[in-house]
């Protein structure tokens, strides 16, 4: 599993811990606090409570397993204040190679079977690539090119959910907790960013999030600018053209108009269309980061538009905003498509740095799945659900802030902290030797 680190990291851990247990409340909650985050941190394929419960007490699995259980499951400590203590704690780590350059938006998903796990319902599922039962949590994370972090997680509840109260009340979902679709959420969550006083970024969403217009227009209004992936269907002004004025106004024909109009003449289009007429010289081969083996790099356009949607409803067109546009050599048409309202004079090679920046998030949930069990819950419970997750990122915050004590060898988790023995009539549940 990798080398054993100094014994430095242990001490480093239980300063980190220490920490977090200056928020978690009562004294009695420090030791399962303690024994959850070393569980999920330590090597291991599962981190669910019962193999956590055989690693880090394998003497006494049974009434460990209790005692993890009971505190992730019922315990009433809070998730915005345990992360609030992980963002104080692990962003000045991140600070030390540079400053904070992007807030990420985005969702992740967990398939799982049945209906009665908190959340679980047909929807799409980016794990699988098709629509089936999974939950799905929505989550902002800050970064930079080193590191990244994830500030605010919470599960998308569908709406065949939140119209069932008493499904609700089963699965523990707060009162206060109604329908909100995943943008409604994700913009909740920057609103609350920004209050928190975090350190500003440009926001990053991919097509899901960035194709709603009244999204990008709050973000605006907060002041947040944005690189957005958006739909090759979506209808902009090329330069040059744009809606007309409103009509003059005529005395005595009625009253005055001040909505913008469109004639056959003048029409707006899509960026596909766009990107295809756009001469071979507005493209240029970009490299925006050292991948493992090669450098990575793609064919980009930008040019300066207006978005089209529904500007025959206004008075003044949209501003200006970049379209960047990427097309791979050797693919027939276009990929991704962004719209920036980063300003006029931005560096073209720094726009596709930012807007590739995004990769920061796989990143993320990759780690928090396959290094620190995100989606190894079993749990169906709407507390549960968070407490699990809180603690999750909290172990990776303490996998962030020791990156570079960690040896190339080893894996992230591994070597941490001295392994566990396990107990000889220790067997997992479901094995063949247990039953």
């Known amino acids: 599993m ?6 430095s990291s242990e001490s480093r851990f239980s300063a980190y811990v220490a920490g977090l247990v200056g928020v978690i409340g009562h004294a009695d909650r420090a030791q ?23 690693v880090t007490a394998p003497a006494r699995v049974a009434a460990q397993h209790q005692s993890l259980l009971h505190f992730v499951g019922e315990g009433h400590w809070s998730d915005e204040q345990v992360l609030a203590k992980v963002r104080e704690m692990v962003l000045p780590r991140i600070g030390q190679h540079g400053p904070i350059e992007a807030w990420i938006i985005d969702d992740t998903s967990f398939p799982k079977k049945g209906r009665h796990s908190v959340g679980v319902a047909r929807q799409y599922c980016g794990r699988l690539g098709k629509e089936d039962n999974c939950q799905v949590a929505v989550s902002l994370s800050i970064a930079n090119h080193h590191a990244s972090l994830p500030v605010a997680y919470r599960l998308y509840l569908p709406q065949e959910w939140t119209n069932d109260s008493e499904r609700l009340r089963k699965a523990g979902v707060p009162d206060d907790i109604g329908f909100k679709t995943k943008h409604e959420i994700a913009l909740d969550q920057i609103r609350a960013a920004c209050a928190a006083g975090l350190p500003r970024g440009i926001v990053l969403m991919d097509a899901g999030y960035g194709n709603h217009s009244d999204l990008r227009a709050s973000l605006t209004r907060l002041e947040l600018s944005y690189v957005a992936g958006i739909l090759s269907n979506t209808t902009v002004w090329a330069p040059g053209t744009g809606p007309l004025p409103p009509k003059p106004y005529v005395p005595g024909r009625g009253r005055p108009t001040k909505q913008l109009r469109r004639d056959a003449e003048h029409q707006p289009i899509n960026v596909k269309d766009l990107a295809l007429s756009l001469p071979a010289k507005a493209w240029r081969t970009i490299t925006w980061r050292e991948g493992t083996n090669v450098s990575l790099k793609s064919r980009f356009a930008r040019v ?12 003044e067109p949209w501003p200006e905003e970049w379209l960047l546009i990427e097309w791979p050599k050797g693919e027939k048409e276009p990929t991704k498509y962004w719209l920036s309202s980063l300003p006029a004079d931005i560096g073209f090679a720094r726009l596709v740095d930012l807007a590739k920046l995004r ?7 990759q780690e928090l799945k396959q290094e620190v069990g995100l989606g190894h819950f079993e749990g169906r419970r709407w507390r549960g659900f968070h407490h699990h997750a809180t603690l999750c990122i909290a172990a990776y915050g303490f996998l962030i802030s020791e990156r570079e004590t960690i040896p190339p060898s080893a894996t992230r988790s591994a070597g941490l902290l001295p ?11 479901g094995s063949a030797l247990a039953a």
């Open 359 to 365: 990769w920061r998030i796989e990143r993320d949930y």
């Open 32 to 54: 399962p606090l303690r024994d959850y985050c070393t569980g999920l941190i330590m090597p291991g394929e599962r981190k669910s409570v019962e193999p956590m419960a055989a």
């Open 304 to 315: 300066r538009i207006r978005i089209a949607r529904r500007d025959f409803n206004r008075s």
């Open 419 to 429: 392994p566990a023995v396990l107990s000889d009539g220790y067997r997992p549940r």
């Open 2 to 7: 990798g080398r054993r680190v100094s014994g």
